[in-house]
């Protein structure tokens, strides 16, 4: 019995130290953009910073105007969330409660391979497909744009949508549809309005977890989106935060690289941000 109960308290130990130390690394990355961002924002100005439609970095006369940036990674991310999580959501679904065993069992493992694709593979199928693809079709003159990348991230982020709430309608107890359907309600009914509203919070993380996939992803976006700091528009080149970031501070120095990790600052608070709302959200519906 005693070592049963000291197991277990150095097992309560260890489970509170690693929880403890990837608090410390969030807090430590925390620390260290706000650090290295504030005193760019100070030279630049904030409302020149946030609001300025103008990024010349290497000009005579610099320019660091990111309102295009966050644009761009706002429409850019809803758009991958409005076209991602109604397939990945309905795909969950069918996998879950209607596809019979072979059929989930290939599908799975079709998902599990989407999520283990690398991003710079994302990015050169879309630089060499889709690019081209929508060149053709809509008859512009690059099809390195928005809506280029808006595809290639609704497709990335199918993988966390689907696996997730896979699991969370997994886990919703069988009573739950046996009653309803012993009560007269059709399968396609109860699927929706009983074992959905019950895994409503896996569902939501796993949106939640789709929106971070597209808002933090920088080299697949890189390759398809054009990455010219334009103001954002669906069938012109344009440039996300991350891409911002990542495209320039190889080479980077002295104030452009301070507004660099100003950038990097801004998007860490426009990640917590999103994720804050949307926990405010799910709480409130609960309490509910």
Wanted: proline residues 5%; charged residues 10%.
């Amino acid at each position: 019995m005693k070592k049963r109960r000291l197991f277990e308290t150095a097992m309560h130990g260890l489970f509170l130290l690693l929880g403890l130390i990837a608090v410390g690394f969030v807090l430590l990355i925390t620390v260290y953009l706000i650090v290295s961002g504030i005193p760019a924002i100070r030279r630049i100005g904030l409302i020149r910073f946030l609001f300025g439609t103008k990024w010349a970095s290497t000009a005579a006369e610099p320019s660091f105007g990111i309102l295009p940036f966050i644009l761009t990674s706002v429409y850019g991310t809803a758009g991958a969330v409005l076209i991602g999580v109604p397939i990945g959501f309905l795909t969950a679904v069918y996998l879950s409660k209607v596809a019979n065993a072979k059929v989930r069992a290939i599908m799975e493992n079709a998902v599990s391979l989407l999520a283990g694709i690398p991003s710079v593979v994302y990015g050169l199928v879309g630089m060499l497909v889709l690019v081209p693809g929508i060149r053709k079709l809509f008859g512009v003159p690059d099809g390195s744009s928005l809506l280029a990348a808006i595809i290639v991230l609704s497709v990335m982020i199918l993988p966390s949508i689907i696996k997730v709430s896979m699991a969370a309608l997994d886990a919703v107890p069988k009573e739950y549809e046996d009653a309803s359907l012993a009560l007269g309600a059709t399968p396609i009914e109860t699927y929706f309005r009983v074992s959905v509203p019950a895994a409503k919070s896996g569902i939501a993380a796993a949106v939640v977890l789709g929106v971070g996939r597209a808002i933090g992803e920088a080299m697949a976006v890189m390759m398809v989106s054009g990455n010219v700091p334009n103001m954002p528009s669906m069938f012109e080149s344009v440039r996300f935060l991350t891409t911002a970031v990542a495209s320039e501070m190889a080479y980077s120095s002295g104030l452009q690289q301070q507004a660099l990790f100003s950038i990097a600052l801004v998007l860490f608070l426009f990640i917590m941000l999103i994720n804050a709302c949307l926990n405010f959200f799910l709480k409130r519906n609960k309490e509910g």
